[in-house]
Structure formats: structure tokens, C-alpha cells
């Protein structure tokens, strides 16, 4: 069974019990030195929020799940119907090959109720990285009841501990208003930057 650490406080965790542990050692302990990612072999839910939200990294076991989500985002954010067989593939090499990418999962009760992705983008500027959070959803029948909030204040608690990170970056469909807005709510603000991108290979 998997065991969770919660949050009681800011900089705290609670364990099931009863002992605490600082939360900026924690997770440096979880980290690598070079991409400071969570340990995927710990059988540890690493964050957890109020409402009985607990955050964890992805495990091979939870492929169907993300496919499932990906898929939904696709339909619901741009009216995309994704190829299952090609999105599976996808999902299945970001686990397989941590350095790539990070898959979050937020559970309630025991069952995935959201995720997101973290990918890094080295750089030259400043000496660290960019953190880009993709492939945020939340399953509709959690929505507007912190499961979002839980997810990204997890990553920005590790991309401040990890030291190196500059800032956490996303993108979203301009027509997306419902995600502009939490975004927002976050205090994330609109960049100076316009994505441009040239299609190569499969569309």
C-alpha cells in the first residue's frame, strides 16, 4: 500500500504516524543532482494537500489513465480527436525515459482524479532551466475542488527546491478560457513571448 506524507503546514510533512519531516530535505533526498526528478521507485506519494489530495509521480501501471486524460484534453481544449495507439506510445516513452518528462498524477480516495506533465528546457541565460507544465487536466467530476491547485503547487514546491529553475512556463489554447483563468488565479501572467512552430513528420 502506498504510504503518504501531508502537509499540516507550510515546509512540514505529516506522516501517517504522527512524525513530521522538513519538506525542502525531503525532497532533495527524492532528486538527482542533474535533473532533480522524483525518485520513480519510491513507493511514496511525495506531496499531499488538503481535501485528501495526494500527488505522486506516474507509474508504468498508469499509462491507460494518462492516454485516457490526454485524450479527453485533446477533445475538450481544441476539439482534437487523438489516436489512441499514437498517444499511448507517447505516454509509454515519457515514463520509460524520466529525462524527458515527468507525468504528476493527483489522487483522491485511492483513484487518479488529474495530472499533469513537467518537461525541463535547459538555460543559457540563466545558468538553470525552465520548467514547462503540459498536458494539465482534471477529471470533470473534480474540478473547482483544489485538485489543479494541489498539482501546481507540488511542482512549484519542487522547482524551488531544485534551485535552478528560473520559471515555470505552460502554454494554452487561446480559446481556452476556463484554464487561462486558473492559470491566472495561480498568479501565472502572460509572457512577451508568441509560439511559432513549423509541422515535421506525422501532424
Request: hydrophobic share 35%; with cysteine.
Amino acid at each position: 500500500m502506498r504510504r503518504t506524507l501531508q502537509i499540516a503546514k507550510a515546509g512540514r510533512f505529516y506522516r501517517p504516524d504522527g512524525s513530521t519531516a522538513n519538506c525542502e530535505e525531503f525532497v532533495r533526498q527524492r532528486y538527482s543532482l542533474r535533473w532533480r526528478r522524483l525518485d520513480a521507485t519510491a513507493n511514496t506519494a511525495i506531496f499531499c494537500s488538503c481535501m485528501g489530495i495526494s500527488i505522486r509521480p506516474a507509474e508504468p501501471t498508469d499509462v491507460g489513465q494518462i492516454v485516457d486524460f490526454n485524450c479527453r484534453l485533446a477533445i475538450e481544449s481544441e476539439g482534437i480527436e487523438l489516436d489512441d495507439q499514437t498517444v499511448t506510445a507517447g505516454v509509454r516513452g515519457i515514463i520509460a525515459n524520466p529525462d524527458s518528462g515527468r507525468y504528476w498524477l493527483a489522487e483522491r480516495d485511492g483513484a487518479v482524479c488529474g495530472q499533469c506533465l513537467v518537461t525541463v528546457e535547459p538555460s543559457d541565460w540563466n545558468a538553470g532551466s525552465y520548467w514547462w507544465l503540459q498536458s494539465v487536466y482534471v477529471d470533470s467530476r473534480h474540478r473547482r475542488s483544489g485538485v489543479f491547485r494541489a498539482l501546481w503547487q507540488s511542482v512549484l514546491e519542487a522547482a524551488t527546491v531544485a534551485g535552478d529553475v528560473a520559471a515555470v512556463r505552460l502554454y494554452v489554447d487561446r480559446e481556452n478560457r476556463d484554464a487561462r483563468d486558473a492559470y491566472q488565479t495561480m498568479g501565472m501572467r502572460k509572457s512577451s513571448y508568441i509560439v511559432y512552430e513549423l509541422p515535421i513528420g506525422r501532424p
